[in-house]
């Protein structure tokens, strides 16, 4: 067995081994070549990233992707985004080589952890992880509403008004805001313009599902609501995404960020969606009762990992 370095003609491959390696579940849908390459290359995001083959005999085994940027670096972070071993080839070892080289990479690029998410029913990867110096660092909550109709109608106070996104103007205030509000939250690194015009590209985001939040000419909040098509077709599911929601510390306390919430609500059930998931920090105690007392439920956790390096 060998590591080599990744090239555009093994898309195919990983793709199969990724999908071979991860059962169908409602946190997770088969990846297309086409998908596979949004994901990994967008050329105008500033980004440090590796990619890695496990191969024997001309047989593709496995594979890691490895990344981080200057901001993240900069805190001591490196992004274990995936590591996939296909089924019939695991117990041979290429697992543990695949990891050992993305820590050595990281390392290399003077990383202080690595920092990887699974399905906290993933006892398999779980013990294969810390088996390997990793250890849990956090645990975030999926939520789920899935009685849309039953959600009232948003109420924006008098005196504010609420927008949707404009792609080319909206993007400087937006990641202002945006790092404003999620500054001190655990393990976050500011958002770069160059990052949030790759969001404005992904295939699920649409401008008119995000909603700015303004008082006067001031921007205060937002919610953004994705929806990916490619998952409905094969989940059979139309399930929408809030993706980020945020109001300005100073704002706080007036109901703003369950208005924003209704908001994104509204707009799901508008289009038909069946349900609308979030994900939330489950340390975030406030912003875990606001959403189960609008009904989501299904608290399906996801473990974030670390390795000191």
């Known amino acids: 067995m060998t590591l080599r370095e990744f090239v555009l003609g093994d898309i195919p491959a990983i793709a199969a081994i990724r999908n071979a390696s991860i059962r169908i579940s409602p946190d997770f849908y088969s990846m297309t070549v086409d998908r596979f390459r949004f994901d990994f290359y967008d050329e105008d995001v500033p980004m440090t990233s590796r ?18 940027d200057e901001n993240q670096l ?37 990383g202080g952890y690595v920092s990887t998410a699974i399905p906290e029913g993933d ?12 250890s849990i660092a956090r645990i975030f909550f999926k939520m789920r509403l899935s009685e849309l109709k039953a959600a009232p109608e948003p109420v924006i106070p008098e005196g504010l008004h609420l927008r949707p996104y404009t792609p080319g103007s909206d993007e400087d205030a937006f990641v202002q805001v945006f790092n404003t509000c999620f500054e001190g939250h655990w393990d976050f690194t500011p958002l770069t313009p160059q990052e949030a015009a790759a969001w404005n590209r992904r295939p699920s985001f649409n401008p008119k599902g995000c909603f700015l939040l303004f008082d006067g000419p001031r921007l205060i909040g937002f919610t953004t609501i994705l929806f990916d098509p490619e998952r409905a077709a094969q989940t059979g599911e ?43 920090d489950s340390q975030n105690a406030p912003a875990v009762e606001m959403y189960e007392k609008l009904g989501f439920q299904d608290k399906r956790a996801s473990l974030v990992l670390h390795r000191s390096l």
């Open 123 to 134: 006892t398999g990867s779980l013990a294969f992880l810390e088996r390997h110096g990793f």
């Open 51 to 68: 990619i890695m083959i496990a191969e024997e005999d001309g047989r593709t085994l496995g594979f890691y992707h490895l990344y981080t």
């Open 238 to 280: 139309a399930v929408a995404r809030i993706f980020e929601m945020g109001v300005l510390p100073e704002y706080r306390r007036r109901g703003l960020g369950y208005q924003l919430l209704l908001v994104g609500v509204r707009y799901a059930r508008e289009r038909g969606f069946q349900a609308i998931d979030l994900v939330t």
């Open 74 to 110: 900069a805190r001591g972070r490196v992004n274990l985004d995936a590591i996939h071993v296909h089924p019939d080839a695991r117990g041979k070892g290429a697992g543990a080589a695949l990891l050992e080289s993305a820590c050595d990479t990281a390392k290399g690029w003077k």
